[in-house]
């Protein structure tokens, strides 16, 4: 069973338990789980704090720290490119020669590793293909961007690959599930890579156990297997990361400590945390939240730390677009004010409830807005109408690059470089 999964958030931590398997995951995070049925202090004046009585001490786990001026995250710099934009945008179309990977203000160094997004894989054969047959030419034109200081790697898989009407729904978990398919992916993987020029794989699944999401119950272990069977097979040939979910929901069914060994780094999906799907949730309902608030994403690590994974292999991941919603009542225009459904579409992305950097900013100019600073959530807010979109700019990814290197992250990560790359198409 995953660290993960024995976990309890108390204010300021974990409680990492002995009593592993004898605390429930129900509840974990949520107000519904009595603590003291769990854990109770037998020896006041001793200050023992047992889990359960017989089963050994709890302790409040918290991640290292390092100072700021450290600037941990300096070691690398990811940039997501979303292929799919070049053909399904109205305007600001990115192909891979126009992402600009000098420095910008919102990523002062450049970028260190640069990664396509997304391959598929074949559900029969598990063999790597092309999400888009558009795709195939922009392979080399990807990676002839490669230099001494700038890797380009293949991403694999992400959040539509296991929707529930796709033929791939349940591809991740039937590949990891045998020896023979997983050498299959493999040994496809290495000539895919071989063939175009990618020097790594991100590995993005979306995600496993999840039966909504085409998963199965030993999809755990499995994919620990798949990431160990990849690195005897690479070497030092070809670079392998993986992306972790935000969410503990998510995130318990990665066994990361066990493959922390087999992999480069991780990326740590610090965003989409919110956004119009919560009027679903019970406990969230239809009001305000910012997709990348900084309280979310310090309560979202917690886990991390629980499973003593190593801060300097996670990259932190950095939004370069925002989420917003159509207000109920134009008049509260805040955090925690109710919302009717997903802002409208950008000119360009086209997508209720998201837009890209480069469209709030010339929105921003095009409307007179003048943005909110929201210390508290590390974040900007524009409002407009009836309309709010919560996002991240230049300030505020400085803002919160200081704040993990203050937990010791070893890079950033952002979602994606097409969101802010110029003008393009």
Same mark, same amino acid.
């Given at each position: $069973?995953?660290?993960l ?5 108390v ?10 398997? !004898?605390?429930?995951?129900?509840? +974990? #995070? ?12 037998s020896?006041?004046?001793g ?25 941990? !995250? ?17 305007c600001?179309? /990115?192909?891979?020669?126009? %992402? ?5 203000? +919102?990523?002062p160094q ?15 054969s598990?063999? %790597?293909a ?25 991403a ?8 529930? @009407? ?11 599930a ?5 050498a299959? #992916?493999? &040994? ?6 071989n063939q ?5 794989v991100?590995l993005?699944?979306e ?22 069977? $990849?690195?005897a ?12 979910a935000?969410?503990?929901?998510y995130?318990?069914? #990665?066994?990361?400590?066990a493959m ?19 009027q679903? +949730?019970?406990?969230?309902g ?9 309280r979310d994403i310090?309560?979202d ?8 994974? @190593? ?6 991941? /950095? ?23 997903? &802002?409208?579409?950008?000119?360009? !992305?086209? &997508?209720e ?9 010339q929105?921003?100019? @095009?409307k007179g ?6 210390p508290?959530?590390? $974040? ?5 109408? @009836? ?8 300030? !505020? ?5 200081s ?12 979602? &994606? ?9």
């Open positions: $069973m995953p660290a999964l024995r976990s309890i958030l204010a300021g931590g974990l409680i990492q338990a002995s009593c592993a398997s !004898t605390i429930p995951t129900k509840g +974990v #995070f949520g107000p519904d789980l009595d603590l003291e049925s769990y854990c109770t202090n020896d006041p004046q200050g023992t704090l047992p889990c359960q009585e017989g089963f050994g001490s709890c302790e409040v786990k918290k991640g290292k720290t390092c100072p700021a001026s450290d600037k941990t !995250t300096s070691g690398r710099t990811i940039g997501y490119y979303q292929a799919s934009n070049s053909r399904d945008r109205l600001n179309k /990115i192909s891979p020669s126009d %992402i600009v990977t000098t420095p910008t203000d +919102v990523a450049g970028y260190s590793h640069l990664y396509f997004a997304f391959a598929s894989i074949d559900p029969v598990f063999a %790597i092309p999400a888009d047959d558009a795709d195939i030419p922009l392979y080399t034109e990807f990676t002839a961007l490669r230099s001494r200081g700038l890797e380009t790697w293949i694999v898989g992400g959040f539509d690959f296991s929707d529930a @009407d796709k033929a791939t729904h349940g591809t991740w978990s039937s590949l990891v045998s020896p023979s398919n997983r299959a #992916f493999i &040994s496809s993987l290495v000539t895919f890579m175009y020029g990618f020097q790594g991100d993005d699944w995600y496993p156990v999840d039966p909504a999401r085409g998963g199965e119950p030993d999809d755990t272990a499995n994919l620990v297997l798949l990431v160990q069977e $990849m690195r097979a690479f070497g030092t040939t070809f670079g392998i990361s993986m992306t972790l935000p969410d503990y929901w995130l318990r069914y #990665f066994d990361a400590k922390e060994s087999s992999v480069d780094f991780y990326g740590f999906m610090a965003y989409d945390l919110h956004g119009y799907w919560d679903d +949730v019970k406990t969230l239809s009001v305000v939240r910012g997709q990348a608030d900084i310090g309560n690590t917690l886990p991390l730390w629980f499973d003593e994974l @190593d801060a300097s292999k996670i990259n932190f991941g /950095i939004a370069l677009y925002g989420r917003g919603y159509t207000l109920s009542d134009p008049s509260c225009n805040d955090l925690l004010c109710p919302f009717s459904g997903p &802002s409208k579409p950008g000119t360009c !992305t086209n &997508s409830g998201v837009m890209s950097l480069i469209e709030i900013e929105l921003i100019v @095009d807005i003048t943005p909110t600073y929201l508290e959530a590390m $974040m900007k807010q524009i409002t407009w109408d @009836d309309q709010w979109i919560g996002y991240d700019d230049a300030d !505020t990814i400085e803002a919160k690059r704040w993990a290197d203050a937990q010791c992250f070893g890079g950033t990560m952002a979602w &994606s470089v097409d969101f802010y790359s110029g003008e393009g198409r």
